[in-house]
């Protein structure tokens, strides 16, 4: 189907599609009906619509990709991770962003990264800075820019990532808290065993509070069953009263946990009202490697348990060919497709979808993705016609809609970043 070639000006019926049945409010799993587009918006039922036979095609919302790192995007190709662990991601990619995060570099990366998000159906991406000075004030002025020009296309916000050591009340980290509150961004730590942890955690909620910022956190990207910030941070929270959104990502180690202390631990999250984003993909590449032994875990946190608790789950890209994560596209119908065979999402409810939708919307504060009259039409339609269709292909062919309006799905060529690659 070539929604370019029907006619302009009229009601546009989608006759006979697939949705999911959460995003509708009915029950079960998906329905097969119509959908009415008029004037770039969901519409009510039109008899004077174009009727377009879908044949049972799927169709959903745009995706909200609430955890990344646009920053990092791409260089894998001048910066591959020597050994494939954690610590050869680190310190490859600490070495690139010394040498190389120039605003230029930086401009043509996130450009490229965007470009590619938008081509697959994403609407809004909320990615993570470097942002130990002086790269802050190189990096998020070329974020800033990015959100302006990407504007009405895709919604972005910026946190700043900046690691637990160098954290303070006064200083460099209290003029970065500064500046993410002039732009209007989020507060970020990258969060690990410390002797003096929770005092910085409570300090940094204070902080977020007096700048009436939200709070992403990266926690226990490790299988150490003894690593738990994650805990702490649920007790900082509940002992402080903080009141805006808290996201952790990662949350590795509560998978290698004893049984009793990962279930007290997401008693504890649950309590305290955080919002959890799993990264399937990039813990699946890092964690548990060791030269010569295959991997006996996934990485994936316990995103079932926490469901069952009421915690708000959702999952994410994360990185995307750079040391971190050697693959990716920013595609988040790959993120969900692997996510479920990762995580065994399947014969566990009906409503995993909305990982990718409402959930990280409510976590982030994004408009909520919907196909309820009013909503804009901008919609994802794919030719599978059930779960096991949409999650047996990649979804290549997939139509991708912006106000009712098909786009132009070509993606950027590699080749654009060659000049990048040969930097010295």
């Not at 998906?30 to 039109?46: H, K, S, V, Y």
């Not at 990264?113 to 159906?121: E, F, I, S, T």
């Not at 955690?201 to 490790?222: K, N």
């Not at 929270?237 to 996201?247: C, K, L, Q, S, Y």
Request: charged share 25%.
């Amino acid at each position: 189907m070539d929604f370019r070639k029907l006619p302009e000006g009229h009601a546009l019926t989608l006759a006979d599609v697939t949705l999911p049945a959460c995003l509708t409010g009915a029950k079960g799993d998906l329905l097969r009906t119509d959908l009415t587009i008029a004037d770039g918006r969901i519409a009510a039922p039109d008899a004077a619509a174009v009727r377009v036979d879908m044949g049972g095609a799927m169709v959903l919302p745009g995706f909200v990709d609430m955890h990344t790192h646009l920053d990092k995007g791409h260089i894998w190709g001048r910066s591959p991770n020597p050994d494939g662990t954690f610590m050869g991601a680190l310190e490859t990619a600490s070495a690139d962003c010394e040498t190389r995060w120039s605003a230029a570099d930086l401009r043509a990366r996130m450009d490229f990264a965007l470009r590619c998000a938008y081509a697959h159906g994403t609407r809004a991406i909320r990615t993570h800075i470097d942002s130990r000075p002086p790269q802050d004030g190189i990096s998020w002025p070329v974020f800033v820019e990015m959100r302006e020009k990407w504007e009405g296309s895709i919604d972005l916000q910026g946190v700043c990532l900046v690691a637990a050591e160098d954290f303070s009340t006064d200083g460099a980290f209290r003029q970065t808290a500064d500046m993410v509150a002039d732009l209007g961004g989020v507060l970020g730590l990258f969060v690990y065993p410390m002797p003096d942890l929770m005092e910085r955690l409570v300090a940094c909620l204070a902080m977020a509070a007096a700048r009436g910022l939200a709070v992403d956190f990266h926690v226990d990207e490790t299988l150490d069953p003894e690593v738990n910030t994650l805990r702490l941070i649920a007790q900082a929270v509940i002992e402080t009263g903080f009141d805006a959104p808290v996201v952790v990502g990662h949350c590795c180690s509560v998978s290698a946990m004893a049984e009793d202390a990962a279930m007290e631990t997401l008693d504890l999250v649950a309590r305290a009202g955080l919002h959890v984003v799993s990264l399937p993909m990039c813990n699946l590449f890092l964690q548990d490697r060791h030269p010569g032994r295959t991997p006996r875990m996934r990485g994936i946190t316990l995103v079932h348990e926490m469901k069952a608790r009421g915690i708000n789950v959702s999952f994410a890209s994360d990185n995307t060919r750079d040391p971190f994560y050697a693959y990716g596209d920013l595609d988040m119908v790959e993120v969900l497709r692997e996510a479920t065979r990762i995580g065994h999402l399947d014969h566990t409810g009906p409503d995993w979808v909305q990982s990718v939708l409402a959930n990280p919307a409510r976590a982030c504060g994004f408009d909520a993705p919907s196909l309820a009259p009013g909503a804009p039409a901008d919609l994802v339609i794919t030719k599978a016609r059930d779960w096991n269709e949409f999650f047996s292909r990649p979804q290549a062919d997939r139509i991708v809609l912006r106000g009712g309006h098909q786009i132009d799905r070509t993606l950027p060529d590699y080749a654009e970043l060659d000049h990048l690659m040969r930097q010295a």
